[in-house]
């Protein structure tokens, strides 16, 4: 027990497979950084508070530099005994500027409030730095939607040709679940973004320092209001999961309906090379692998949500080390988020779409809604003009017709008095588009403006 920084009131040695149990380094070093600049304002605090000198202060800057150096390096020898990075750090530390100046970092301090902190460190920078990446994934499905503007393909609900849109108004419903996306982790931000520095073990700090000073120092926008949830709130890590979740939602459906769109059957999109795989059997084929593990990643994400909710459930007020339990969960949705999004920018900005696939897909029947809107436009209630329609459905159908535009200007007449020689005008796909003009519909200016706002909310 020698080696452990708590050893002092034990006697008897710890079983070695609690120890493994009980450690956290093999992953909670990746946030060696935040650790190191926590315990960097940290005893700034306790200068304030004369706890420290300011010579002493200098060695222990010093010394922790040369430790991020180590880490950074991969240089950094762990020992036995270092039970997590908050331990490792700080036992280096002792080695380099000696124990007696390195013993004093951590007065007033908890590993309590230290790791809720290193882990809003950590969580904020991700977070952050997915923005980013988010903005250009956005960006490349805009860029697409506006330069294939032109291209027509049949809209779906229950998975049947339903009516026609443009392909840019399917990429831009994406971006727009996207950009929710990425104005819902702005918000949470905000919220990870509070300091639980200062609150020690649980009561609060005894020497009365500046948790204000602190929470500026490390960059956040308030201080957590209360010791007690400052060590114990792990709703950040909660907020994280569902959001990670929910993206991972929103791409598990875009890599869907690209499957689907990729198949001989469909045949309107082709992935690149680079995000396809062959199979060791079947020489001809061309795998989605990609979109399928976007698809697929996304069960492990919602898995690290629900697993975590569970742990957190019971614990009692303050830390208990249940929460260390937050960490892996976390670390994996992160990083599978992080590729998921990298993977699903390199998927849409180099796949191919086939125009004269999407096109020819349109079939005349989709424009039955549009008929009956012809008649609506002559002042006859739609209840009765979708009726109308389907008659003209049936109809095309009883003569064997490939098309409800094939019936003759007669039959029409024998349907609907109404009718007039322009209702021929009505069978044209484009001309059903461009009349979905108003706000969010699928006509070009619509598109063209549904584009434009997401690119502000972006910026
Ligand atoms: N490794 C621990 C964790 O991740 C650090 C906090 C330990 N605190 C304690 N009182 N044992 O949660």
Redesign the pocket.
Known sequence: SEARLWGGRFTGASDPLMDLYNA?LPY?KIMFDADLTGTKVYTQGLNKLQLITDDELAKIHEGLEEIRKEWQNGTFVEKPGD??I?TANERRLGEIIGKHIAGKVHTGR???D??ATDMRIFVRETLTKLLDFLATFIGSIIKRAESEIDVLMPGYTHLQRAQPIRWAHWLSSYATYFTEDYKRLQQILERVNQSPLGAG?LAGHPYGIDREFLAAGLGFNDVIGNSLTAVSDRDFVVETLFWSSLFMNHISRFSEDLIIYSTAEFGFIQLADAYSTGSSLMPQKKNPDSLELLRGKSGRVFGSLAGFLMSLKSIPST?N?D??E??EPLFDAMTTVEHSILIATGVISTLSIKKEKMEGALTMDMLATDLADYLVRRGVPFRETHHISGECVRKAEEEKLTGIDQLSFEQFQSIDSRFEKDVMDVFDFEVSVERRTATGGTAKSAVLKQLKKLTDQLN
Request: no cysteine; proline share 0%.
């Open positions: 956290s909670d039970e997590d908050h908890s590993r309590n230290q790791v073990a830390y080390k929460m260390q937050d960490k």
